[in-house]
């Protein structure tokens, strides 16, 4: 299995920037995908959820209405569009893949950094 994040940059504070996964190794439509980040010097945190079908999706509360997750299948790819970007958004950020029937993540990318300049 391996995750491909990317589409990070540097962008300035309300732009928008979205980032893809590319999975492979793996049928991509029976597993639910995550977003995190990590910012330095703190703990890695939960940014969005999505089912495998891409019905249901979850946020992080501080991301709710700047945030979208989304997938397509046919193409093995998870999405994040962030707008309205602000510096504490500043992060490395990861795709994940929640295993089947857990709620534990088993497999992630390596990142794609994101850098908001105020």
């Known amino acids: 299995v391996q995750l491909q994040a990317s589409g990070g940059g540097l962008v300035q504070a309300g732009d928008s920037l979205t980032l893809s996964c590319a999975a492979s190794?793996?049928?991509?439509?029976?597993?639910?995908m995550a977003w995190f980040r990590q910012a330095p010097g703190k703990e890695r945190e939960f940014v969005a959820y999505?089912?495998?079908?891409?019905?249901?999706?979850e946020y992080q509360d501080s991301m709710k209405g700047r945030f979208t997750i989304s997938r397509d299948n046919a193409k093995n790819t998870v999405y994040l569009q962030m707008n309205n970007l602000k510096p504490e958004d500043t992060a490395l950020y990861y795709c994940?893949?929640?295993?089947?029937?857990?709620?534990?993540?088993?497999?992630w990318g390596r990142g794609t950094q994101v850098t908001v300049s105020s």
């Open positions: 994940a893949r929640r295993g089947r029937g857990t709620v534990e993540y088993d497999y």
């Open positions: 190794g793996m049928t991509f439509s029976s597993f639910a």
């Open positions: 999505i089912s495998p079908a891409g019905a249901g999706t």
